[in-house]
């Protein structure tokens, strides 16, 4: 009893002194207490790879692999860190943690990527673009009235429709998840013996679904081949998220990205891929969803939503399924 009471008469004493003779360790441990404290408020977005940076307005807007969708962060001192970080991880391509102030897509802090995450995004990136071995698909569809019928086909798959299987294509929230619904596009194609491209498109993209505006910094679609009436081979996409009409050309598709009502837009690039190319970066590294499972997934978690909102979409994060091949 005498040894316990004089251990901790010592750790008072002890602590007594410590915060009598050493004002800065005491201010440390409140300036740390409030950085966990802060820390905590914020959402953990998790490991991931940017591949884009660009300013607009005062803002640097950052793209990360797989999600269309843009992050912001101020420049100035408190993050000039962070934003060295981000530019060191895009030359690199390699992965950084990133957190973002709560219910938004603005980025408070920035850590580089553990091991263990390099290891992760390097088994899933490629930089060889890989091509079905789906030897008894059609290219090129025969006419325009089958162009039209696969349209219609995969209109009907809309979320919101009574026509819709599960999972439905989530054409009414055009926020982020152009990939998995190109990805469940091109399914439909394959299921019916047809194949097709996808394009994708980069910059600083700007679109509306005629009721809000969203921002993207790259979009993709299918890009589906048919014999015209003079039997000459054209292309068209199919996005009946900017257009619910019909097929369009990849041109008028485009255009469509950089609708200019919604604030300054502008293309920096676009390329063509194979159509089981899940996602490719602007500087062509490429990830697959064969097993659809991301793509499925995705949707799914998409599937209740409408409008630009919420904004930014919905962590997808537990997915899973992209690989390289």
Request: hydrophobic share 30%; glycine share 6%; with cysteine.
């Amino acid at each position: 009893m005498k040894k316990l009471l004089l251990s901790v008469m010592v750790f008072v004493t002890m602590l007594s002194f410590n915060s009598c003779s050493d004002s800065n360790a005491n201010q440390d441990l409140n300036e740390n207490e409030s950085t966990l404290i802060k820390d905590a408020a914020l959402k953990d977005y998790g490991n991931t790879i940017p591949v884009d940076i660009r300013e607009e307005n005062g803002t640097m807007k950052v793209s990360f692999i797989i999600s269309a969708q843009f992050y912001e962060i101020k420049p100035g001192k408190e993050n000039d860190e962070y934003i060295s970080i981000i530019k060191e991880a895009i030359q690199n391509e390699s992965p950084i943690r990133v957190y973002l102030k709560p219910n938004s897509n603005k980025i408070a802090k920035v850590e580089r990527g553990n091991e263990e995450s390099k290891q992760y995004f390097k088994s899933i990136l490629t930089k060889e673009e890989k091509t079905d071995k789906l030897n008894k698909l059609t290219s090129v569809l025969p006419n325009v009235t089958t162009l039209n019928n696969m349209f219609t086909l995969i209109k009907n798959q809309a979320c919101g429709t009574s026509t819709a299987s599960s999972p439905c294509i989530t054409f009414r929230y055009p926020v982020d998840g152009c990939y998995a619904r190109a990805h469940k596009m091109r399914q439909i194609l394959v299921n019916n013996g047809y194949d097709c491209e996808k394009q994708f498109v980069y910059g600083n993209l700007k679109a509306t679904n005629g009721s809000c505006c969203v921002s993207w910094g790259y979009h993709v679609a299918i890009l589906v081949s048919y014999k015209n009436a003079s039997g000459v081979v054209e292309k068209r996409i199919f996005d009946p998220s900017l257009f619910p009409s019909g097929p369009v050309t990849d041109t008028a598709w485009r255009n469509a990205c950089t609708n200019t009502s919604c604030g300054s837009a502008s293309v920096s690039s676009y390329a063509n891929t194979s159509g089981n190319v899940y996602y490719r970066s602007p500087s062509a590294s490429y990830i697959y969803d064969n097993s659809y499972i991301n793509t499925n997934c995705t949707l799914t978690t998409f599937s209740s939503l409408s409008g630009c909102s919420p904004s930014p979409a919905p962590d997808t994060s537990h997915c899973g399924g992209i690989t390289t091949s």
